[in-house]
């Protein structure tokens, strides 16, 4: 190996020094929309989670116009798969395709739909 090859190998020669577009060089970023004031924070979140939720639901109308236009999409292998164990488990088990009825009373009501234990 030459001479010149060898001083550049035990400098570090590129991977020793910061690259122009490396990490070490870069600014850190500023927080642009942060506000100092708690309160107004606050009210910020809420506003941006707020236009959020609008947004998705914009976009839900839209997939939904989409799928009545175009129908749903195909069934995947493993949508079929779950289908089969499904049905398997159905004709092992009949009561797995019964519905869960629900209860006249809460858990946690007495019979008279009072809170608390019927035993006073």
Not at 10 to 18: V, W
Not at 22 to 30: D, Y
Not at 60 to 86: F, N
Request: charged letters at 30%; one cysteine or more; a negative charge.
């Amino acid at each position: 190996m030459k001479p010149e090859q060898d001083d550049w190998l035990e400098a570090g020669g590129d991977l020793g020094s910061p690259r122009e577009f490396s990490l070490e060089k870069l600014p850190r970023p500023e927080i642009i929309g942060q506000v100092d004031n708690p309160v107004l924070e606050a009210v910020r979140r809420l506003w941006w989670r707020a236009l959020d939720r609008v947004c998705g639901f914009f976009m839900l109308i839209r997939l939904s116009i989409h799928d009545r236009i175009y129908g749903p999409e195909p069934p995947t292998p493993a949508d079929v798969e779950r289908e089969a164990d499904h049905e398997r488990l159905v004709r092992t088990f009949p009561v797995a395709a019964e519905p869960i009825e629900l209860r006249e009373r809460r858990a946690g009501l007495n019979p008279d739909g009072q809170i608390g234990s019927p035993y006073q």
